[in-house]
């Protein structure tokens, strides 16, 4: 399978715990999108990387979230002190740098249920 | 008031109906439109790409872009059964970031 994979797929916790949720891109791909749906909602932009280099950040993405892409290829996004209100599925997302081209490829997503 | 307005329904046809769905947007710097699909509990599907104003056709699906009206719309012919599902309009303005504003969705149900 060449496309964006996500791991867990599904994620329970209970409130206070910490959370963490793997992206690996398309291999060829250079960006690096996260967003999180809720239900009944589209998709919010979390952040986004170029390579290894984090440059943008919502101001929905509090400090109890982190992300790294550590060696420019797999993501990780992490939320400490988990909250009902961060239940939602979160989303990664992959594309090309070059040619001007803005498509950005899905994952599956992880469903994270705080409870 | 968002930025990309979309009706979430539900939208509900026949059988080989003509779908119009469609996206209002306020920004006038966005130039690059997308339409997703979304099944149920999956990740969202690239269906159609458009930069700028104009049309584009793949198959049974039309992406229309009115950048002097910020409406957009994406057709789909001959519906099935297998198009019921939700459609995200997502639309960006500068390819160097490709941080996708997205609408609310809306949900389409294809009835034998």
């Known amino acids: 399978d060449t496309g964006v994979s996500q791991n867990p797929r599904h994620k329970i916790t209970k409130r206070g715990q910490n959370v963490t949720f793997r992206c690996d891109p398309i291999s060829e791909h250079n960006r690096l999108y996260w967003y999180r749906q809720t239900l009944g909602q589209g998709p919010e932009f979390l952040t986004y990387?170029?390579?290894?280099?984090?440059?943008?950040k919502s101001r929905l993405l509090s400090d109890r979230f982190s992300a790294e892409r550590p060696k420019g290829s797999f993501s990780t996004l992490e939320i400490q002190r988990t909250e009902q209100g961060d239940s939602a599925m979160y989303l990664c997302?992959?594309?090309?740098?070059?040619?001007?081209?803005?498509?950005?490829?899905f994952g599956q997503g992880t469903r994270l249920t705080v409870v | 008031q968002k930025e990309v307005e979309q009706d979430p329904g539900p939208l509900s046809v026949p059988e080989g109906a003509i779908v119009s769905l469609n996206c209002t947007y306020s920004?006038?710097?966005?130039?690059?439109f997308m339409w997703y699909r979304q099944y149920s509990r999956k990740g969202p599907e690239l269906l159609m790409y458009?930069?700028?104003?104009g049309n584009k056709e793949d198959g049974r699906f039309t992406a229309q872009v009115d950048k002097s009206s910020k409406y957009i719309s994406l057709f789909i012919r001959d519906s099935q059964p297998s198009d019921s599902a939700t459609y995200l309009c997502?639309?960006?303005?500068?390819?160097?970031?490709?941080?996708?504003?997205f609408g609310q969705g809306t949900t389409l149900q294809v009835k034998p």
């Open positions: 458009t930069y700028s104003s």
């Open positions: 990387f170029q390579n290894e280099a984090q440059l943008e």
């Open positions: 997302a992959s594309s090309l740098s070059a040619g001007g081209s803005a498509e950005a490829f």
């Open positions: 920004n006038s710097a966005f130039q690059y």
């Open positions: 997502a639309m960006s303005a500068f390819s160097n970031t490709g941080k996708l504003i």
